[in-house]
């Protein structure tokens, strides 16, 4: 089944530490999407690509970078990880390879619940 | 003003009864809706999409546009316990990035 994965699922890490998430997707999407998500606060974009050549600023940006190195992948970074990031991150893939839907939707990864001690 | 607004809920709901969630938007040239449903620490799933105004039914799911009100609802018949989540209303704007609203607990009751 063409799928988004994430790794990795689960992560504890210190304060002051940089932290690589990786995103990698099987569906032949040309557009990915990372977000943060908060209790009471939804999703939040942080970055989104809509192709490899193509990187651009969400709504909360700051903290984060994120490298496109390929159409399938797509990874985010926290240079210095504070407390304040601690949440849950999604990766999410859209598209439309084969020209049949008007609809954009997105699809997300499983998720990766990052604690910042 | 949040672009996208939902009722936060809980919504409480007999088991077999409907649920009815709603969803206002601000950007009138949107054109694209979703639905999601997300259980709690899990990832959001699609369950419906709609394009144009009127209703689109995929099993026990109905979705309601309104453009002209701004105005997209989800309908879930024959509420079953395994229906309790959060619904997440998204509205495709025009730089192609998704607008979620903040999600509206459903709570199915025996």
């Known amino acids: 089944d063409a799928d988004v994965t994430q790794t990795p699922r689960n992560r504890i890490t210190k304060t002051g530490k940089r932290i690589m998430l990786e995103c990698s997707q099987t569906k032949g999407h040309d557009r990915m999407y990372w977000y943060r998500q908060d209790p009471g606060l939804g999703l939040r974009l942080i970055y989104y690509?809509?192709?490899?050549?193509?990187?651009n600023k969400g709504e909360i940006s700051d903290g984060y970078s994120v490298s496109r190195q390929a159409q399938a992948k797509f990874s985010l970074s926290l240079e210095s990880a504070i407390p304040n990031q601690t949440a849950l991150y999604f990766c999410?893939?859209?598209?439309?390879?084969?020209?049949?839907?008007?609809?954009?939707?997105?699809?997300f990864g499983p998720g990766t619940r990052l604690t910042v001690l | 003003q949040k672009e996208v607004e939902q009722n936060s809920g809980p919504l409480s709901v007999p088991e077999g009864a409907i649920a009815s969630l709603n969803c206002t938007y601000s950007?009138?040239?949107?054109?694209?809706f979703f639905w999601y449903r997300q259980y709690s620490g899990k990832s959001p799933e699609l369950i419906m999409s709609?394009?144009?105004?009127g209703d689109k039914e995929d099993g026990r799911f109905t979705a309601q546009l309104n453009k002209a009100s701004q105005y997209v609802s989800l309908l879930i018949r024959d509420s079953q316990p395994s229906d309790s989540a959060t619904y997440l209303c998204a509205v495709l704007d025009s730089w192609g990035k998704l607008q979620f609203g903040a999600g509206t607990q459903v709570v199915v009751t025996p």
């Open positions: 690509s809509f192709d490899v050549k193509d990187i």
């Open positions: 999410a893939t859209s598209g439309d390879p084969k020209g049949t839907s008007p609809y954009n939707e997105q699809f």
């Open positions: 709609i394009y144009s105004n």
């Open positions: 950007d009138r040239v949107s054109q694209s």
